[in-house]
């Protein structure tokens, strides 16, 4: 394991809290401006810490790097063990990109209690870095805790008309959820230690450990019976977090009633934690449950693309089609992760980054019409490109990226997913591709009555163009979508050792777990190696 720049995760994870407390005990609430000057500076720090990530990675293996091993509860076998592969490097770096655009994005939208907002921001940052920062289970169960607090209070106080139903609501099925996975970790715990001798199961015997990387190693020789039932409770905790169909009642809640910085991260980073944890925990460590449960997720996947395109294209109010549009997007994200080949798990990582890019973008620009109107019904605006050409020439193009259009970076993602799908079983590609026209359809009809036609409601005649501190909270993320959709191939390298390592632990399942139509290798490799036995056949 690389240790060198250990220190780099420590300072990305911890630098938010120390400026959160900064905040807390030395800058007087009513002085706006240091505070919000202060968590501007700290978020900015916070991204410029993690760039060096971007270069120094190595990509040349599947060992996690930028190390960090300490001792924290050695009698149960819990350590402070911080780590990252190239999966987790790019989600880090999303995520603190994401975090100063929260901050910066909030300077004019927050007027009340603005001390204690830009503490749960940072707070909330903390959360997010730790949970892709940490190799240990306990660890990691910490910081995925510790997120729900910050977002509670950013929902709640500081959200719309319903906030504390939709805080509330946002909580308890997150904590449900978290419980579930509590239970699958410490049933892992237990097999590896010998300990489940006292409900009458077998154990292997070994050295208490809640260390993710040592649990890669036993995974091969958990029963499947056991794996299933850890995967069930893994599944409904990701599951609710990504959210996966049906666990998806909460989001459209939180979304409509959190601020925008709020809608930003949850949109952005949070729900990205569910499909994370799938790639990191449930896949690696329990490949007979999971090839078992491939049928019924890639199902329940296909619906989510599907019911989410529909019910976004019936909504009035943009902020609600946004978030609908999240619960269709996800559902690819799914889908190719659980067709389990290289093309669908690119895709699907990928996409995870495409969908923090276009829909946090489209969030914000949501949010700044509201600033200006306080009103985000569609049927509220119209011809408003003749007053805010700028906005409307962002709004296109993360539009245009969040349907796929190619050179976007939406088109690669979904094309790895639909490669990935169709080498699977071909019907799956064939579903998810409705799911890309339909949200083509509601995207563009959304768009079309906004910007295009008469400009005949006098409230928006006087509505002001993007000032320069907005157009730089949309300037990155576009230069981003550009970037993907030009040029992926420096993502898709960081993420390789990761999916390999995926792949290669999927590839222990027993045989009887097995499925027809599981690929375990790329549909390139898999056509060579078809041409190769045809030759040798003909020879």
Avoid at 17 to 41: C, H, P, Q, Y
Avoid at 52 to 59: A, D, G, I, S, V
Avoid at 421 to 437: M, P, Y
């Amino acid at each position: 394991m690389e240790t060198q720049y250990a220190y780099l995760l420590n300072l990305i994870c911890f630098v938010p809290l120390v400026g959160a407390l900064f905040i807390v005990f030395f800058l007087d609430k009513e002085n706006s401006r240091a505070i919000k000057m202060t968590a501007t500076v700290v978020a900015g720090l916070d991204f410029v810490l993690s760039l060096p990530l971007w270069f120094l990675y190595k990509t040349d293996g599947a060992e996690f790097q930028f190390v960090t091993k300490l001792d924290w509860i050695p009698s149960v076998g819990v350590q402070y063990f911080f780590g990252v592969d190239g999966f987790s490097v790019l989600l880090i770096l999303l995520t603190t990109l994401l975090g100063l655009i929260a901050v910066y994005s909030s300077f004019t939208a927050i007027a009340h209690r603005e001390k204690e907002y830009y503490v749960f921001l940072l707070l909330l940052q903390v959360g997010m870095l730790g949970v892709f920062c940490s190799l240990d289970f306990i660890l990691f169960y910490v910081f995925w805790e510790v997120m729900l607090v910050p977002m509670y209070f950013l929902i709640g106080v500081w959200g719309g008309p319903r906030k504390l139903y939709a805080a509330i609501k946002f909580f308890l099925f997150t904590l449900v959820g978290s419980v579930l996975m509590l239970i699958g970790i410490l049933a892992l715990y237990f097999y590896n230690s010998d300990g489940m001798a006292a409900i009458g199961l077998p154990g292997l015997g070994n050295a208490p450990t809640f260390s993710i990387p040592s649990l890669y190693e036993i995974a091969p020789q958990v029963p499947p019976e056991l794996q299933f039932w850890i995967f069930l409770a893994f599944f409904v905790g990701f599951a609710i977090k990504v959210p996966m169909f049906p666990f998806h009642t909460w989001l459209p809640d939180a979304h409509v009633e959190a601020p925008t910085a709020g809608s930003v991260i949850l949109a952005g980073v949070l729900l990205k934690m569910g499909t994370y944890g799938f790639i990191r925990l449930s896949l690696p460590l329990l490949p007979d449950a999971t090839i078992k449960a491939v049928g019924w997720i890639g199902w329940l996947s296909i619906v989510a693309i599907i019911y989410g395109a529909l019910v976004a294209m019936a909504q009035k109010d943009m902020k609600k089609l946004v978030a609908y549009s999240s619960v269709s997007h996800m559902g690819f994200i799914t889908l190719g992760m659980f067709a389990l080949n290289e093309a669908g798990l690119r895709g699907s990582i990928l996409q995870m980054l495409n969908h923090g890019i276009s829909t946090g973008a489209l969030f914000l620009l949501v949010g700044l019409i509201y600033e200006r109107r306080h009103n985000r019904m569609i049927s509220e605006y119209g011809g408003i490109a003749k007053v805010m050409p700028i906005y409307a020439m962002f709004f296109l193009v993360i539009t245009l990226s969040s349907i796929g259009l190619p050179t976007l970076n939406g088109f690669i993602g979904e094309f790895l997913i639909l490669i990935g799908a169709f080498a699977h079983k071909w019907w799956w590609a064939l579903f998810a591709t409705s799911g890309i026209v339909l949200g083509a359809g509601y995207m563009l009809w959304m768009y079309q009555r906004v910007f295009f036609g008469e400009l005949s409601n006098e409230k928006n005649k006087g509505l002001k163009d993007l000032n320069l501190r907005e157009q730089w909270t949309i300037i990155p993320l576009i230069i981003l979508a550009f970037w993907i959709g030009l040029y992926p191939k420096p993502f898709l390298d960081r993420m390789a050792p990761t999916v390999d390592r995926v792949m290669e632990r999927v590839a222990t399942a027993r045989p009887e777990a097995a499925l027809p139509m599981v690929v375990h290798v790329s549909a390139v490799d898999q056509h060579e190696e078809h041409d190769e036995a045809a030759t040798e056949h003909g020879e």
